[in-house]
């Protein structure tokens, strides 16, 4: 099975770093983040990887050429175009997927995420997709306080009640029916997925983090420093 990564973007908001590399290669623990997130998908035996190009392409493919992938991980490169956006990505891909079912992702999130327990919930449930959705912390504390203004107490970055895309899709090759070259995976594709009752939704509740900021990379980092990073489940 094929795991689309999107590698395209151009990481506005790590511009310090991104203007001279594309998003994916900025480092985590000295390793690129998209390479962390190749090892998650290898570990639970997804070893056919291709990278959905765009922003600097040349240094994508120079990356995937030079490093010593494990036995058996195989990583390409595709340029899908420099403004492509994800759902046009994922399109430019349907003769490199084929007629199978896939894999796709963002190549700037990280989570402990079980992947083979998404593919069984996908398998199971027989509609063309799945998104991996999760309830991430919110960036500041919040004030417990009741209708008549007394503070109760404080809760230091709790998570959202509410649910969001964490990315990690599983697809059928019918998705490509509803994803154009403009398209944005995001919106038209999901929301039309949605509207015809083809997509399902997978909790994941346990570690979950974006890459956006300069400040999520030096939190991410952090963690890699620590003794056990959440999302390595490599040995």
């Not at 990887?49 to 240094?59: P, T």
Request: glycine fraction near 12%.
């Amino acid at each position: 099975m094929k795991v689309v990564i999107l590698c395209g973007g151009r990481g506005t908001r790590l511009q310090e770093q991104t203007q001279s590399i594309p998003k994916p290669l900025v480092e985590i623990g000295g390793k690129p983040i998209v390479w962390h997130v190749i090892q998650l998908y290898a570990s639970h035996g997804l070893r056919d990887i291709v990278l959905a190009c765009g922003y600097k392409s040349e240094m994508m493919a120079a990356f995937a050429a030079a490093h010593d992938w494990p036995e058996g991980v195989t990583v390409g490169c595709v340029d899908t175009g420099l403004d492509t956006p994800t759902g046009g990505r994922i399109k430019r891909l349907s003769d490199v997927v084929g007629q199978e079912r896939f894999c796709a992702t963002y190549g700037d999130g990280l989570a402990d995420v079980d992947l083979n327990a998404v593919l069984g919930f996908h398998a199971d449930h027989g509609a063309l997709a799945t998104m991996t959705v999760v309830r991430p912390e919110l960036q500041f504390g919040v004030t417990e306080m009741g209708e008549d203004g007394v503070v109760s107490g404080f809760r230091e970055k709790p998570r959202s009640e509410h649910w969001i895309n964490g990315g990690f899709f599983c697809f059928e090759p019918g998705v490509f029916d509803y994803l154009s070259e403009s398209s944005v995976l995001e919106r038209e594709p999901l929301e039309g997925l949605a509207d015809d009752d083809q997509l399902r939704a997978f909790r994941h509740t346990g570690f979950w983090e974006c890459m956006d900021t300069y400040k999520d990379a030096v939190q991410l980092n952090d963690l890699w420093a620590s003794d056990r990073p959440p999302w390595k489940l490599w040995g």
